[in-house]
């Protein structure tokens, strides 16, 4: 059974558009994270949360926004989508403080900006 | 700030061929590092991990031994196959609490020739 599930696995958007990539992890995890991935940057950080509050963000831009309705969920807004938003995402989770924190990666969901 | 640094970008071998992966890191203290492989359309999965000066991490005859001295944490493996294909990511955090950042290097591609 998959761990962390991402939604949707491909996505096609046009320019200036807005889209939701969706997250959520059954490993009970408290901490869950949004990296990106393009082959100007092959794996870049973009935010960590715990307990649904953010810890650090590592994105320049404001058009990315992570929303956590609960706990195991981690979902990324992007507005006002840009050709070079082209990338694929991949959403991961750890247990942080009891000392087994190594990140589990989700499938990553694929986003192409026309 | 914390970094990773990944010296080789892609690495071609043949059946059988041993492999080194350089891996140096900057950091504060005693971090804890990992790699990581990245298959064809999947997410990064750690393939293991050390916390401690001397330690060997190992898994499916790859293994590194975190070296605070040198900063450097190399993976290696006697003899690749063809089904290790796919690259690599070493990677670093920080045990701290509150500390839920982790830094990847630019990884290595490996493609081995059968």
Redesign the interface.
């Known amino acids: 059974d998959p761990k ?1 599930i991402q939604k949707p696995k491909y996505l096609v958007a046009v320019t200036g558009s807005e889209k939701i990539l969706i997250c959520e992890q059954y490993l009970g995890h408290n ?1 869950m ?1 949004w990296y990106r991935q393009s082959a100007k940057k ?2 870049e ?1 973009m935010f ?1 949360y ?1 307990y649904q509050k953010l ?2 963000n ?1 994105t320049a831009s404001s058009r990315f926004q992570p929303q956590s309705s609960k706990k195991n969920h981690l979902d990324l807004q992007i507005t006002a989508l840009k050709p070079d938003d082209s990338a694929t995402y ?1 959403c ?1 989770s750890s247990q ?2 009891t ?1 087994d ?8 969901t694929r986003l192409t900006v026309l | 700030g914390d970094s990773v640094t990944q010296t080789e970008g892609q690495v071609a071998l043949s059946e059988e061929d041993f492999l080194t992966i350089h891996c140096n890191y900057s950091a504060s203290g005693y971090p804890t590092l990992f790699w990581y492989v990245q298959y064809p359309g999947e997410g990064p999965q750690l393939l293991f991990r050390a916390s401690r000066d001397k330690e060997k991490g190992s898994s499916r005859g790859f293994e590194a031994t975190y070296d605070k001295g040198t900063t450097s944490f190399h993976l290696r493996k006697a003899s690749v196959q063809e089904s290790d294909s796919a690259v690599y990511y070493c990677a670093l955090s920080h045990r701290n609490t509150g500390n839920y950042k982790y830094v990847f290097g630019a990884g290595t591609r490996l493609k081995v020739i059968a």
């Not at chain 1, 924190?101 to 990553?108: L, V």
Request: glycine share 16%; proline share 8%; net charge negative.
């Open positions: 962390i901490a994270y092959p794996l950080f960590s715990s810890m650090d590592q991949f991961a942080v403080g000392g924190y190594e990140q589990y990666f989700g499938p990553g």
